[in-house]
């Protein structure tokens, strides 16, 4: 349908809105109107992708001169639906426009996912296709082969190249897979393809990492027009995403792969000096000219020099005791040497970036300006001796990427070294750890950059914290309610067992027999009820472990077997997989199964438990961080200083989000129904519970809040026997679906 928002046309592929997601679209615009920015909480199955592309794709119509829509996502698989809703939707605009609505829209992502060369594409790592690309499409190796034509090339990227700026993708919505069949057909590299096609198209669909990792983003999105929009989804994590971004760990084996790295490329250097001297008189030319290597090389070789570095900072010009590769080696030994030195520290150090630097200037004689250009210095290296297997030196790239950003920023890190991991004291693993305190360092290019950011999840909550913790000013900030036919959600909070003992994941608690009896119990009486799938988080890996063992021993794990199927979420990315398979086959043929995954972990990030997969989902605790991690306890510490962000409110901020994104799980659509066991008194507390998200808190009845094990039972009970009877999901006379009369007279917002 079609319909008036505000004075916009927009087209939306469906017969029917929810009225969210008008009050949604309602804020979208507005946020585009003032060209600001956006904090948007969206309930979870509540059609929010499709939302945001109806409105911006009808805005860009509306709009000739705004700019492209970049829509990040987290996952390969959030993309493909993200590109799917949008086919969908291009189809249905068309029908009502004709060529007048025609667009291009493509996603991004690795080579690995979008190589197709017979060998190179069978790879079974990344770092391994990009290395095999590497060797058959670097200039060096190309001219080379123009002599020799023994010397393999790949025929898809010398298609590519051969067509030039012909190479041109037909309007319409590419997702990984066509752009593959499109490859194949033409003869032309789809990675390479998709790369040029970013400057024609009018939606981009990438990964957070290609706009928020200077790294990435540095080849990959400076073309972009200041006019575009740009979309974070399933946003709840940002802020941590932000600090990995600019977070390195090095270990004493990355020092030693570092020291071997760099006496190989000694050999190197010394080989080029006898053979082809001028090679490397000429880099010194590049370099003494001040000239980046951003925008100078090829495009197959831009991701080989990867600038870590601020623009200002490209413009000045490499410091002269470095521009010779003797000297530039000669410089990483010293600093490599300082490391180790430093790692070697029998006790906990922590320190700032100045406090670090001024040692390293006194000891080693390095300064702030020279370790600025390390990760630079490096790759503009690397192609000069025509190395095409970056991974190889992996280390040594670390090595430099940690010189790079403590040179480059005095505030908002902390380097912290440990002699040990303090939970296994006994076992020696030094770790200098370079972590970023300040999520907003990461992110600030783009508030910047472009002119609106909408940041976008269902699990915001509490979402005013987020504006703090980014250090930007939203022209809107809205939590959406759920308008419901049914109560299809049924949150509860269960404080103690049917024996009336309190349970808690709390530290002092969380060993107690009777706990743990309790959450077995719990399980237990649940698995007999609940029909098909049951997912239960835990708050870290290692309590999950100990209470499955726990359960095992009081013969608690048998019974819930009698059931039920068990499968268990571990830290093997293959195993899990596995085990979400065969759990879905479980549930499939009728058997029901448990999942036992963990908060944090893959599970709760990324799968969804829609329809019988997901009937019940109990969160065993609150998933607090480990609060005696020296990092948290640095980054709490800024936050305090920097931002005034308490720590208590920092953490529980941060597991509730976690708690309701874990929850969240189970319900993907209003024809869908499940229950959410909130299994911890400390969720009786206001300060904890008020943090959920509106949509949770508004079906939290007070008669399921300081519940027994037994009392919740009952109340699964009757709840499965409620939803059990027949439903009819267009109801429009409740007014919780608007079709396009309805949309003509005036809407309320359903905001929280």
Not at 380 to 403: P, Y
Not at 523 to 529: G, K, R
Request: charged share 25%; hydrophobic share 40%; net charge neutral.
């Amino acid at each position: 349908m079609k319909f008036n928002l505000e004075g916009l046309t927009v087209y939306f592929p469906y017969e029917y809105l929810y009225p969210e997601q008008y009050s949604y679209m309602l804020e979208v615009k507005r946020a585009l109107d003032a060209k600001g920015h956006g904090l948007l909480e969206m309930p979870t199955g509540t059609g929010k992708t499709i939302t945001l592309l109806s409105l911006i794709t009808s805005y860009q119509l509306a709009h000739p001169d705004m700019g492209k829509l970049i829509y990040c996502t987290r996952t390969v698989h959030e993309m493909e639906k993200v590109l799917e809703e949008l086919r969908k939707l291009q189809a249905y605009q068309e029908k009502e426009l004709g060529k007048q609505a025609q667009i291009l829209a493509l996603g991004l992502s690795s080579r690995k996912n979008l190589c197709i060369h017979p060998t190179i594409s069978g790879e079974g790592s990344r770092e391994n296709v990009d290395a095999g690309c590497r060797k058959l499409t670097a200039t060096w190796v190309r001219s080379a082969a123009a002599e020799n034509p023994d010397i393999e090339l790949c025929d898809f990227f010398e298609g590519y190249e051969k067509k030039g700026a012909d190479a041109l993708l037909p309007a319409g919505v590419y997702t990984l897979h066509d752009m593959k069949v499109f490859g194949r057909q033409k003869g032309w590299c789809p990675y390479f393809l998709a790369r040029h096609m970013i400057t024609f198209a009018n939606v981009v669909i990438y990964n957070y990492q290609y706009m928020l990792d200077p790294k990435v983003a540095g080849v990959i999105s400076r073309e972009l027009e200041k006019e575009c929009v740009v979309v974070f989804d399933e946003a709840h994590n940002i802020d941590n995403v932000c600090i990995e971004a600019l977070s390195v760990n090095l270990r004493q084996q990355t020092l030693d792969g570092a020291q071997r790295n760099l006496t190989k490329l000694g050999q190197v250097v010394e080989k080029f000096k006898a053979t082809d001297a001028d090679r490397l008189r000429a880099e010194y030319n590049r370099l003494v000219e001040g000239l980046a290597q951003r925008g100078t090389l090829p495009q197959n070789d831009q991701m080989l020099a990867n600038p870590a570095l601020p623009d200002d900072i490209l413009r000045e010009a490499v410091p002269g005791n470095i521009r010779r590769a003797e000297h530039f080696l000669a410089f990483l030994k010293r600093f490599v040497q300082y490391l180790k030195r430093r790692m070697g520290a029998q006790q906990v150090e922590s320190e700032g970036p100045l406090s670090f630097l001024d040692d390293l200037n006194n000891s080693a004689g390095i300064d702030a300006k020279t370790l600025k250009f390390c990760y630079d210095r490096l790759h503009s290296l690397m192609l000069t001796l025509e190395i095409t297997d970056t991974e190889e030196f992996h280390h040594l790239t670390l090595v430099c990427d940690f010189g790079t950003l403590v040179g480059t920023y005095t505030q908002g890190f902390a380097i912290i070294i440990e002699p040990f991991d303090e939970r296994m004291p006994h076992i020696s693993d030094p770790v200098m750890q370079l972590s970023c305190l300040d999520s907003s360092l990461a992110i600030k290019p783009v508030f910047e950059r472009f002119q609106s950011v909408i940041i976008t999840s269902g699990t915001l909550s509490p979402i005013e914290l987020y504006p703090r913790l980014l250090n930007f000013n939203p022209v809107t900030i809205q939590s959406f309610a759920m308008s419901l036919t049914r109560d299809c959600l049924c949150p509860m909070v269960l404080s103690r067992g049917s024996d009336q003992l309190p349970v808690s994941t709390k530290f002092d608690m969380r060993s107690d027999p009777g706990v743990v009896r309790n959450y077995g119990r719990l399980l237990v009486e649940m698995a007999q009820a609940v029909p098909d799938g049951i997912v239960c988080f835990f708050v870290s890996y290692s309590y999950m472990d100990a209470i499955i063992n726990s359960w095992n021993e009081m013969g608690i794990l048998k019974e819930i077997m009698q059931h039920k199927l068990v499968f268990i979420e571990t830290q093997d990315v293959v195993e899990t997989t596995l085990a979400l398979d065969n759990y879905r086959r479980a549930c499939d043929c009728g058997r029901g199964a448990v999942f036992f995954s963990v908060a944090r972990g893959k599970v709760a990030e990324g799968i969804d438990f829609d329809r019988h997969y997901g009937r019940l989902v109990i969160m065993y605790g609150v998933p607090f961080q480990y609060t005696l991690s020296r990092i948290l306890r640095a980054r709490l510490e800024y936050l305090r200083d920097t931002f005034q962000i308490k720590e208590n409110d920092f953490l529980t901020f941060d597991a509730i989000r976690q708690a309701a994104q874990c929850v969240g799980r189970v319900i993907r659509s209003k024809s869908d129904y499940g229950m959410m066991i909130f299994a911890d008194k400390r969720y009786q507390r206001h300060d904890k519970r008020s943090k959920l998200p509106n949509w949770i808190l508004s079906q939290l009845k007070d008669s399921h809040m300081n519940l027994s094990t037994d009392m919740a039972l009952h109340i699964a009970r009757e709840y499965l026997r409620r939803m059990a009877q027949p439903f009819d999901s267009l109801s429009v006379d409740t007014g919780t679906l608007l079709n396009e009369a309805a949309l003509q007279r005036p809407q309320p917002m359903e905001v929280g």
